[in-house]
């Protein structure tokens, strides 16, 4: 599912897995319990799986987009959290979906929480997203250096972001820039021969033991999601026949309680 988002928009290739590993990363760095890593992990692998239904003219436009485009774009955050509300597993993980485009003063969306009614969780998807966003080239910007990306969060503590959380981003990057830069250059090939993007991979993430023990496996999950990128492992990907169907019922007009469009 991560892979069909991405797919989507050709400028955001390999987006979700980069986001998520950074995620992952700053949830460590933050001492989040094992549990709420692995919520983390997930809802930051799907926050853009709203954007399933958004149209392809919109998310593909090689341009900044319109107000009224721009409103349609903003939809992708309740479309995603709507998608996966009847699956019960997903109950803990779609808060950090619903609300990583809120801001910290308020003035985000779809619901305007404000300080510390966004969910940690969003708050730190909110961070990795936007960190990926300046540090990969988009048809409007060019790509920022990392200290540079790192600097403007900073700047946009307070209204944007949690000062706390971009500071504990900040410090886990100093901490360890090499894996960042293997975050940065991780891709992903096209859905058929991309490896399935597996849950029991977060959890070897999050799996308990000493600092370095966990730095060295961090290495080892990157290196071996890299291996999948490149098709070194047997594929084992989602039926490109399952995301059509999927889009579809996306794309399908949302009904009242009595039946009508």
Known sequence: LAAAIDEKDPYTRGHSDRVSRYAVILAKQLGLTKRDILHVHISSLFHDIGKIGIEDKILRKPAMLTDQEYAVMKQHPEKGAQMLSKITAMRDIIPGIRFHHE??????YPKQLKGEQIPIAARIVAVADAFDAMTTNRPYQKAMTFDTAIQRLVELSDRVYDRRVVAAFADAYRAGEDRWVEVRDLDVVDLETRG???????RIAV???ESARESQRDGALLRGQQGVARGEREPVGVSPEHVRRLVGRAREPARDPAGQA
């Open 103 to 108: 801001r910290w003063d308020g003035t985000g």
């Open 207 to 209: 799996a308990g033991g």
């Open 196 to 202: 399935r993007v597996e849950l029991r991979v977060g």
